[in-house]
């Protein structure tokens, strides 16, 4: 079990993550989250290896037991006008700003931390080390999902509810003979390539 963080002197620790920085279509969406050390949530874990059945139950407990949680995106005209990295640093401030209470130390999944007007750290693998971490991913993952599966319904040819938007092979396949919707990041090369088409 991950255990929450102890920071020194740090009472309010908020952990941030993000998802949704490789695929082709769709925001770069991001979650920070303050847990209530007098509800602990068993079973955190890096939203990658958890079952989605796993990730949807946590998600509720999460959403139910944090002092306070936030969720912050850049979307894909962002992406392309900025950049993927500072586009995720975007999301992330958001995310924190969106906290009703402020945490007084932000842990940051990864090896770079967004400008922040309070204490900040990245660490890497935080998303399998530490439960704000690990609740933020999950609440990020499951958002991100099912807005993949929202589009899904709207562009039922590009298979987004399957493979979440990152370039596997159909999605390449479909966006050459398709061609881009407007929610595909025009500034990755493959989607610059099937718009060159």
Known sequence: MIEPFIYP?????????EV????LVGAVVTAAV????????????????LSEKRRLALYDEIVEKALSWSLGRAEPDEIDRLNILHATMLAMQRAVAGLHIAPDMVLIDGNRCPKLPM????MVKGDSRVAEISAAS?????????EMTELDREFPDYGF??????PTAFHLERLAVLGATEHHRRSFAPVRRALEL
Request: hydrophobic share 40%; net charge positive; glycine share 10%.
């Open 34 to 49: 303050i847990l209530d050390p007098a509800q602990p949530i068993i079973g955190l874990a890096d939203s990658k290896k």
């Open 20 to 23: 949704g920085r490789g695929p």
């Open 161 to 166: 509810a399957q493979h979440k938007g990152y």
């Open 119 to 122: 204490r900040s750290q990245a």
């Open 138 to 146: 999950i609440l990020a993952k499951v958002t991100r999902d099912r």
């Open 9 to 17: 002197a740090a009472t309010l620790i908020a952990g941030v993550d």
